[in-house]
């Protein structure tokens, strides 16, 4: 039976695995071997997706595509890489934040044009699936061929439908046309027979950059991409931009006139460290934001530890702050999620600690300052001060570099429903002692932006503030699972819509913050650390809802 693609095995079948994103890679580069380019390029961008992995190339005359679930490692080997031939390759790592986690859904998706074959990788998510799904019904009819004939569930096979375009436009009229009716978080890497492309929304939520070979062009998700196969950073894909590669060079078109609102959890957590994201080091960023909590928060202690690998920077930053001692008062087993045998019922009692384990060298008899980037469902903090107590660490005072997450993400992020946000049912102090902890404090939101350098204006800060910069549509119209509906349900739904819209009859406001007691449209795991340990926690970590 082969691995499932998490990154931990999933011991508790109640909990879910990473709720990361994506991560896109697409390379023009004739006379080199594409398929290991885009396969090395998935490989340094594996933290923003594990559910699937898939590659597609084109050598001028068609274009193949291989995917499937599980690590990219996992999915791609020698023999598959080498019958992936071209110079050009498009590439995707998966989390699902659109469509469940199954064959069908996996990317790049493939779809017919009007003069050829598309192929498209996608980061992100839209907020006007269902408009755009009666856009394909009203244009092309029922579907029966291609991804939605398939089963695919994904906002992207409703994208790569769309692209058929009309019979003589080409795809890049067709993308021109297109995109501007396509609301929502995306970065797009696509590509047909002789052309590669990249766009990115009016809103720039989620990145994406340019990179030059010598015989050649990337674009990636993340620097790190363009490093890892050898690649100059040139540029980051402006927000409105279509970018396409071809003989003839390298052209831009804006299709949109830029509103910037990037994400700043990219910043806080889903980024590389090494990754910079509109001119600012992640790295530092996250240093800055372990200085501003130090200043907001301080507290007398004896040695300052991270949650590794992502509360790392914050933590060091603390230090240098409060001129509290840095320690790895954690050990991260960095395999544990490479076996996918399920352990015996002796072994699954000992939870977090096949992931995770103290050094009590650096804790024991310690006022312990642990510092992690988020909080979820509490689950994994109540578990990590657990085995720090039982270290031995005289007091355990928990600092978190990101404001409380109140609010579910719809643009790219499948956090935990909002009911199971820990941070909407207790207060700090409440929360504290739920984890066990003798003190929690968070960053404020003006700390957290301040270290991001960027101005508030051109950040989404959504999930702290539920202040969506881009109007979400009607309740009944958006959701992970939307369509994976009956065909049937769907119409009805967009139906009952379109008369709803036409009478006047009251909606929903798209412009205004979700209703705290509204039954929350996103629901999945917990996209910080938790979502790597929470698999690993048993019954006494876990926080009653």
């Known amino acids: 039976m ?4 998490q990154l931990n095995h999933d011991l508790d079948l109640n909990e879910k695995g990473p709720q990361d994103e994506c991560g896109v890679f697409g390379v023009w580069a004739p006379g080199e071997e594409v398929s290991k380019l885009a396969y090395y390029g998935l490989y340094a961008l594996q933290h923003r997706g594990q559910e699937s992995a898939g590659i597609a190339t084109s050598n001028g005359k068609r274009i193949s595509v291989y995917k499937d679930l599980g690590l990219v490692s996992q999915v791609f080997d020698e023999s598959t890489l080498n019958t992936l031939t071209g110079h050009i390759a498009v590439g995707h790592c998966r989390y699902s934040t659109t469509g469940g986690n199954n064959w069908e859904n996996a990317q790049p998706t493939l779809g017919a044009t009007a003069g050829g074959t598309v192929a498209l990788g996608h980061n992100g998510n839209l907020v006007n699936s269902a408009e ?3 856009l394909v019904q009203r244009r092309y009819g029922k579907q029966t061929r291609g991804e939605l004939a398939q089963g695919n569930t994904t906002d992207t096979a409703l994208v790569t439908a769309l692209l058929q375009g009309e019979e003589g436009s080409t795809l890049e009229q067709t993308a021109t046309e297109l995109l501007p009716e396509i609301r929502g978080a995306f970065s797009f890497v696509f590509m047909n027979e002789h052309t590669l492309y990249a766009a990115r929304d009016p809103h720039g939520v989620r990145p994406l950059v340019l990179g030059r070979l010598e015989r050649g062009w990337v674009v990636a998700s993340e620097q790190s991409a363009l490093a ?32 910037p609102a990037h994400c700043v959890f990219e910043y806080v957590y889903l980024a590389r460290p090494d990754a910079a ?23 007398e202690a004896d040695v300052v530890i991270p949650v590794p690998e992502s509360g790392t920077p914050a933590a060091v930053g603390y230090a240098e702050e409060s001129g509290i001692p840095f320690g790895q008062g954690f050990v991260k087993n960095s395999y544990v999620g490479r076996t996918f045998i399920q352990p015996s019922q002796t072994l ?11 050094q009590p060298a650096v804790v024991a008899g310690k006022r312990v300052v642990v510092v992690d980037d988020s909080i979820v469902r509490g689950n994994t903090q109540r578990a990590i001060v657990r085995m720090l107590k039982e270290a031995g660490a005289a007091e355990v005072h928990v600092r978190i570099s990101s404001p409380p997450i109140k609010w579910p993400c719809f643009y790219g992020i499948d956090f935990a429903s909002r009911a199971e946000l820990i941070a909407n049912g207790a207060g700090i102090t409440e929360m504290a002692a739920s984890i066990g902890a003798d003190s929690l404090e968070y960053i404020s939101a003006d700390g957290m932006i301040e270290a991001t350098e960027q101005p508030r204006t051109s950040l989404c800060t959504a999930c702290f503030t539920g202040d969506y910069p881009i109007p979400l549509p009607r309740e009944d119209e958006r959701g992970k699972h939307l369509l994976e509906r009956p065909v049937a349900e769907a119409t009805a739904t967009a139906e009952s819509t379109e008369s709803t819209e036409a009478t006047g009859d009251p909606v929903a406001d798209p412009d205004s913050p979700i209703d705290p007691e509204e039954r929350p449209g996103a629901v999945g ?6 979502s790597s340990l929470e698999p690993l926690l048993t019954a006494n970590d876990r926080t009653p809802l």
């Not at 082969?2 to 693609?5: K, S």
């Open 132 to 134: 755009l799904y009666r």
């Open 348 to 358: 699954r009692q000992l939870g977090i600690r096949l992931k995770l384990n103290v």
């Open 2 to 5: 082969r691995g499932d693609g």
């Open 277 to 299: 994201i509109n001119g600012r080091s992640v790295y530092e960023s996250r240093g800055a934001m372990g200085r501003a909590l130090a200043r907001e928060n301080p507290v």
């Open 228 to 259: 890892t196969v050898g690649a100059s950073f040139i540029r980051e894909v402006a927000p409105g931009e279509l970018i396409a590669i071809d003989e003839d060079g390298i052209r831009s078109t804006r299709f949109a006139e830029p509103t």
């Open 525 to 530: 795991g917990d996209p910080g650390p938790d």
